[in-house]
């Protein structure tokens, strides 16, 4: 199985901040990479795909990047509406596999 | 619009069985394969087992294999779980989600609400 593995666990950011994601996969997994955000008693809800691709309806201020095992999702000028735990998961291989989410706390 | 909905979770002893059900609604059921995805309280999201649009092929993750089983009914856009043998780990919930694609190897384009499943006795 492909392991995915998110830094950091946890985060404390302020409205208006940069905030950045890792997410490693143990193995190369050629962009086949999405991002979903959730909140608390929430569904995750998709964000990105192929590793930067944006979803229809998401806000610009998300962008996904990387390539072969690292990945970035980047939120600039942070909203209220983004605290929330963020989880990256891959589709190259199966079974499909999430990392174990970052929460972007106030 | 797209809708997916849950229905079946609930309090269930230790190796007693319990059906979940998705009713999915605003697309074309048939052209998609369809997921069900759970997560246990406070940890992050594990894939459990995958329905391909054509019925050809379903999939399991090793920790549910021989335990869950899942259906579909094009006729109903309805898709089920099966859980039988139930574990204490398999307290969670659990989210049916759809693919992006017909075959079961992509991302998730839309979830359910989700539906929780308490294993105790």
């Known amino acids: 199985d492909i392991q995915m593995t998110q830094s950091p666990s946890s985060l404390s950011a302020s409205i208006g901040d940069r905030v950045i994601i890792t997410c490693r996969a143990s193995q190369d997994i050629g962009e086949s990479l999405a991002w979903y955000q959730q909140k608390p008693g929430k569904a995750p809800k998709l964000l990105l795909f192929?590793?930067?691709r944006l979803q229809s309806g998401v806000p610009s201020r998300f962008s996904g990047g990387g390539s072969g095992t690292d990945y970035t999702l980047t939120i600039t000028s942070l909203q209220p509406e983004d605290f929330a735990t963020y989880s990256c998961?891959?589709?190259?291989?199966?079974?499909?596999?999430f990392g174990q989410g970052t929460k972007v706390e106030i | 619009q797209v809708q997916l909905v849950e229905s079946g979770g609930g309090v269930v002893q230790p190796g007693r069985s319990l059906r979940l059900s998705c009713v999915a609604s605003?697309?074309?059921?048939?052209?998609?394969?369809m997921h069900w995805v759970r997560q246990s309280p406070g940890k992050g999201l594990e894939w459990v087992a995958v329905?391909?649009?054509?019925?050809?092929?379903?999939f399991y993750a090793d920790s549910v294999k021989g335990r869950f089983t899942i259906s579909r009914d094009s006729a109903k856009n309805t898709l089920d779980l099966h859980m039988s043998s139930l574990r204490a780990e398999d307290t969670a919930i659990y989210y049916c989600?759809?693919?992006?694609?017909?075959?079961?190897?992509?991302?998730?384009?839309?979830w359910g609400p989700g539906s929780l499943v308490t294993v105790s006795s």
């Open positions: 989600a759809r693919d992006m694609a017909a075959i079961g190897e992509s991302y998730f384009e839309f």
């Open positions: 329905f391909y649009s054509d019925g050809s092929k379903k």
């Open positions: 192929g590793a930067s």
């Open positions: 998961q891959q589709y190259y291989g199966t079974p499909l596999t």
């Open positions: 605003g697309f074309a059921f048939n052209s998609y394969a």
